[in-house]
């Protein structure tokens, strides 16, 4: 398995569920991203780690929890979400974060739908 | 307020002629920008960049231009191909800044 991975591809959750994302990297990277991209909208930078620690946190409520056990995977944690949380969610992993040149490589996402 | 925008939408053009895709952003402090593609059930790949000390930067049949008193940057593909069809992406970041700031995209259709 080369590039990032996410799993799953589709997921379908209640309100009240508890579920989890997860993102692979398998590029040696040092930092890693998590990214919502709604309808027509950019996409948004949600995380960032770098080197396992948490160095960005754009204003993401408390639903979401991060979590990055290694430098090699994320895990994004979700509970009681709301409708308007249905998105695209994309992992995506870089050298080191910060600096600029840096070039991010992003998984194929999972399409959350909250019910 | 978004500080970089893709202002079309959508574009198509015909095969083997040139696809122009555009990027204005509002920071003037981007040093570094990117433009990905991305098909449909995928994550977008990195295409092409360029830093602000250039203006042009080519990597086979595509080429990016970057004018920074205009705040502008635009993406050309030369012949367009039917597999170029996808998603584009414009994105910038600074050196002081750990993220990427993306446009909203733009579809590109390449017709036989």
């Known amino acids: 398995e080369t590039g990032v991975t996410q799993t799953p591809r589709h997921l379908v959750m209640g309100m009240t569920n508890k579920k989890s994302l997860k993102c692979e990297q398998h590029?040696?990277?040092?930092?890693m991203y998590w990214y919502k991209q709604s309808a027509k909208k950019p996409l948004e930078l949600m995380f960032v780690?770098?080197?396992?620690?948490?160095?960005e946190n754009n204003s993401v409520p408390s639903r979401f929890s991060p979590e990055c056990p290694n430098s090699s995977h994320l895990f994004l944690h979700l509970h009681t979400l709301q409708p308007e949380d249905s998105a695209l969610y994309l992992c995506?992993?870089?050298?080191?974060?910060?600096?600029?040149?840096?070039?991010?490589?992003f998984g194929p996402g999972t399409r959350l739908l909250v019910l | 307020d978004q500080q970089v925008k893709q202002n079309s939408p959508s574009l198509s053009v015909q095969e083997g002629r040139i696809s122009i895709l555009n990027c204005d952003y509002t920071n003037s402090m981007f040093d570094y920008f990117l433009w990905y593609k991305k098909y449909p059930a995928e994550g977008p790949t990195f295409l092409i960049s360029i830093s602000s000390i250039k203006d042009k930067n080519e990597d086979g049949r595509f080429t990016v231009f970057l004018n920074k008193s205009a705040k502008h940057l635009s993406l050309h593909i030369v012949p367009s191909q039917p597999g170029d069809s996808a998603v584009y992406f414009c994105a910038a970041t600074s050196g002081s800044a750990r993220q990427l700031t993306f446009g909203s995209g733009t579809q590109l259709t390449v017709l036989p």
């Open positions: 995506a992993s870089s050298p080191n974060s910060g600096g600029a040149g840096e070039t991010q490589y």
């Open positions: 590029l040696g990277h040092n930092a």
């Open positions: 780690y770098n080197f396992k620690e948490q160095t």
